[in-house]
């Protein structure tokens, strides 16, 4: 999915959008501190400030892994959820979602306006189950 920075920035820079085409280029699950390599001339402050906006605005979703690192990837057109391997940090999208009644059933029940939910399952992969 590309984004335009003007869809998501109140201030468009060219920080922003050189973070932004970084984002793009990405294939898979990353860290800020990836995007942060990638873009020597760009702060740092400012590549955690356009993940967070980008997180917000739904164009990215993040995940926690061991260690307490969080990995960014650009969402799906529809949410989706991750299973996270607590042995080799490896995650697996699930774009299926059976918990969207109890999560908006769950919201109203607390006089909560649902507006996103996700969902992350950690355990072990098959490959870490072997051995």
Avoid: W
């Amino acid at each position: 999915m590309v984004l335009e920075s003007t869809q998501v920035f109140q201030r468009n820079t060219a920080a922003r959008g050189k973070v932004l085409q970084a984002i793009e280029r990405q294939t898979g699950h990353f860290t800020a501190e990836d995007l942060s390599q990638q873009l020597p001339g760009v702060g740092r402050a400012t590549v955690y400030r356009t993940l967070g906006v980008l997180t917000r605005s739904g164009y990215l979703c993040k995940v926690l892994l061991g260690g307490n690192t969080l990995h960014y990837q650009v969402s799906p057109e529809e949410h989706h959820h991750h299973l996270v391997c607590i042995e080799c940090d490896r995650i697996v999208d699930v774009e299926s979602c059976e918990v969207a009644d109890y999560a908006r059933e769950t919201a109203l029940a607390q006089g909560f306006q649902l507006q996103r939910h996700r969902l992350e399952v950690y355990g072990r992969c098959p490959s870490c189950q072997i051995g």
